[in-house]
């Protein structure tokens, strides 16, 4: 049986705010407002986004970057637009920013001869636990069980077609240039996928997922500096 790929085009649920201590400029997607928050934690603490982004298989988010993030984040008026962190999703905005910031003009990449990327499962639901415990725990494993089988999958589709991926994740947002590279790697995207399978997401997913694996394949540039984490920090 065919594994099926769907992915939904369009705008997403999460918006945002202007940002304080630069002038970004103010974002009228959620798409713009994850690359505001992105290059905004960048500018405050590079070293600490490229140390989370590698270190994602093996250390949790470090509490260091707690301060980084508030001061990345406004309330709109009325308290009804932000950035909410599920899943991976700060790890894909600070991916795509590095991306952009690090690997900014294009060239060609091959990491056929990388080793496979370590890709952390989600620990087994406690059985012991009863009611809306038992509730919640199913409903964060499925979550992490979802991350880490679109973790793999966007390794598979970076290690196919690098270049293409890399066309893809420096194209501004809701551009021509996007939407054709999304079609440029359409190929990969379907193949791998495993048969049974059926992953729903839409592009702004799609693109943290690729930035994130692109840029541990990649790998941070000679001599840029990188923060030592520990599971503590």
Not at 77 to 97: D, E
Not at 111 to 132: A, M, Q, Y
Not at 159 to 172: F, M, S, T
Request: glycine fraction near 6%.
């Amino acid at each position: 049986m065919k594994a099926v790929l769907l992915i939904r085009i369009g705008l997403f649920g999460v918006s945002l705010c202007g940002l304080t201590g630069q002038a970004y400029a103010a974002p009228k997607t959620s798409l713009d407002a994850a690359t505001v928050f992105g290059d905004c934690f960048l500018d405050r603490d590079r070293p600490m986004a490229r140390a989370v982004v590698v270190n994602v298989s093996t250390i949790q988010v470090p509490k260091a970057t707690g301060n980084i993030m508030a001061a990345c984040l406004t309330v709109t008026a009325g308290m009804n637009s932000v950035i909410t962190f599920s899943n991976f999703s700060f790890h894909y905005m600070l991916a795509q920013a590095l991306v952009r910031s690090d690997y900014g003009t294009l060239r060609h990449f091959d990491f056929s001869s990388v080793l496979p990327l370590i890709h952390r499962p989600p620990n087994p639901v406690d059985v012991t636990l009863k009611g809306e415990g038992a509730k919640q725990a199913q409903q964060d494993f499925e979550q992490k069980e979802l991350s880490f089988l679109l973790s793999q999958f966007g390794e598979c589709v970076v290690r196919r077609q690098p270049d293409y991926v890399h066309v893809l994740l420096l194209a501004p947002a809701e551009s021509e240039s996007e939407l054709v590279s999304f079609q440029n790697i359409s190929t990969s995207l379907n193949d791998c996928v495993r048969v049974g399978q059926q992953i729903k997401f839409d592009r702004k997913l799609l693109k943290g997922v690729l930035a994130l694996n692109f840029y541990r394949l990649a790998g941070t540039p000679a001599g840029a500096q990188v923060a030592t984490l520990r599971e503590n920090n």
